[in-house]
């Protein structure tokens, strides 16, 4: 996988590059990715491939809650592994299990974004429209992704990992999204993750590993 840069995604990386809201901090970022296999890409693409096989030659046929029938599928598989490539690629040091991984990724529509985005990112698109007169946050968010990955042929991916298994968790966060945009014929992956963190966790609990879930339960030495 190959970072690429893209103009079209500098104007929204920097207006949500900790975008203070007083209380809380939203927090966004997007990158594309190009699913040509680098030197250590090909040897992690290799191990992925086999963790799957080995998996999947030890599964139970009855198992109707087995991810098996998914994975058996080579394209699914192969797309499996671009998309753990590209996490790989944004966080290096934590790793990923493949069969672990595909139960936290859920297939989206636009729409279903688009819901997701309009509730949790409402505050930052009144941001952006009073010192933006291009359109709105979603609109200028479409057409980058539109011009870069081309959406009506992309497959999308919500990337919801159990508090154990998720490398985005930072202190404070009170909620968090992680969207993948993959075009087949082009070969190409875009990440978009955005989180809202509290700016008052650090005034009421020292820095001992504590931090907020959606429900707002407090979890005491979370590991990372």
Known sequence: MKYLEYTPFDRINAFLDHLNLGEQTIKGCIEAYSCKHTGTDKRLSL???????????????????????????????????????????????????????????????????????????????????QTDEDGSLLETLYKALDEVINLAECEIYSYDPNSDADPFIEKGDLWSYNFFFYNRKLKRVVSFRFSCLSNLVSDVFPSDGIYYEDDGEVFDEMDM
Not at 54 to 69: E, F, I, K, T
Not at 85 to 114: C, I, N, R
């Open 47 to 129: 191990s992925l491939e086999n963790e799957i096989l080995n998996y999947l030659g030890n599964s139970p046929d009855d198992d109707s809650s087995s991810p098996a029938n998914y994975l058996s599928s080579r394209s699914s598989r192969k797309m499996l592994i671009y998309l753990i490539l590209t996490l790989y690629h944004m966080y290096p040091d934590y790793d990923f299990s493949a069969v672990k991984a595909h139960q936290f990724f859920t297939v989206e529509t636009w729409q279903g974004f688009k819901q997701i985005f309009d509730s949790y990112m409402s505050d930052a698109s009144k941001e952006w429209t």
